[in-house]
């Protein structure tokens, strides 16, 4: 089962994470060409801080800095323990 | 001091990142309505990592959290109390949320009182140490009423005129509560000078739009500048009592009334 936080909207991103059997990072954005790598940077080090190695990542982004990628892979892997629990 | 109030969504970026070119004296970043109820993790989490990340001199930050009777109270606090903002904002603040509020934090509290109990009982709210601020929220004392919202006002006069009072006794600041029209700019104007007249010191806001009337407004006009300059220019000739000027009597309590609008004009950058 699949959780997802943030949106489609300007600024932002959604970012969907489920079970895996190994970790993969699926980056959609409209600026990947320019931050693609930063972009993906940003989550593997926010999945590392939890720990987090066997995941589906996919985000769809529309310009999210870092502080708001950040925070909505928060928000999912909060919302993902908690169906844990 | 400040005289407006802008109210900006917590869990929209694009707002957050872009708070400070709206000319708002304070923003206050919405944990509450704006946020629909399953993503309040989201908003929060959001307005965190903002936080984290940037630092304001200026706006003022304010953060309206989620009302002591939610599950959302204690989470709003305890994740985000540590972070860089001047203060919250209590929604249906009640005497006794507003104890509960200050127990846990040392920031100061704008009480935002919308129920008819809460306005029965206002001055016991007001004069809490930490209470630095009441804002008036018309509309959902208005529903709880069930008295219409009119275009004029009429019907919340006696509670701005009430608020006027008690926050000057206790020497707190009263904002005024929100004008709803977003393209009524005229009448926002009006809204905002029968509020300044009753005795309101800013208003709130929930639009940019609405920021430059509401600024204009509740800051001292050319002509009374230049009022309080002559006052305090002949204050310094008469040092004893009571002196006339244009035929009218000037004695302490307007001489420090001229004072306190100088030092408004210079804040806002008016001298």
């Known amino acids: ?85 | 001091m400040s005289r407006s109030f802008l109210f900006l969504p917590g869990n929209n970026p694009g707002s957050l990142q872009n708070l400070d070119i709206f000319n708002a004296d304070s923003i206050i970043i919405d944990l509450e309505d704006s946020v629909t109820f399953d993503t309040k993790d989201e908003a929060r989490d959001l307005v965190y990592h903002f936080l984290s990340k940037f630092m304001f001199k200026t706006p003022s930050i304010y953060l309206r959290i989620n009302d002591i009777s939610t599950p959302f109270f204690n989470d709003d606090i305890d994740v985000l109390d540590s972070l860089e903002f001047k203060g919250y904002v209590l929604p249906k603040a009640t005497k006794e949320s507003v104890i509960s509020l200050s127990k846990k934090t040392d920031k100061s509290i704008i009480a935002l009182l919308e129920t008819p109990m809460s306005l029965v009982k206002s001055e016991a709210i007001i004069s809490l140490k930490q209470v630095d601020a009441v804002l008036l929220g018309a509309e959902d004392l208005t529903t709880a009423m069930k008295i219409e919202s009119t275009v004029s006002r009429q019907e919340i006069t006696y509670v701005r005129s009430k608020l006027a009072l008690e926050c000057a006794a206790h020497e707190t600041l009263f904002i005024d509560t929100p004008y709803t029209d977003k393209d009524d700019l005229a009448q926002l104007k009006n809204d905002c000078l029968q509020a300044k007249i009753l005795g309101a010191n800013a208003k709130s806001i929930i639009h940019p739009n609405h920021v430059d009337v509401v600024n204009t407004v509740f800051s001292p006009t050319t002509h009374q500048i230049a009022n309080a300059k002559r006052i305090l220019k002949k204050a310094e000739t008469h040092q004893k009592g009571a002196f006339n000027l244009d035929g009218k009597m000037i004695d302490k309590p307007i001489i420090n009334r001229a004072k306190n609008l100088i030092a408004q004009a210079k804040k806002y950058q008016l001298l």
């Not at chain 1, 936080?5 to 969907?16: R, W």
């Not at chain 1, 940077?41 to 995941?55: D, E, S, Y």
């Open chain 1, 1 to 85: 089962m699949n959780v997802s936080a943030g949106s489609y909207e300007s600024n932002d991103c959604l970012i969907t994470l489920e079970p895996a059997a190994e970790l993969e990072c699926i980056i959609h954005s409209v600026v990947k060409e320019q931050f693609g790598e930063q972009i993906e940077l940003v989550l593997k080090q926010t999945l590392a801080g939890h720990n987090i190695t066997h995941v589906k990542l996919v985000i769809n982004d529309k310009g999210a800095l870092d502080y708001t990628i950040k925070a909505r892979l928060e928000t999912a892997i909060r919302r993902m323990r908690d169906l844990d629990e």
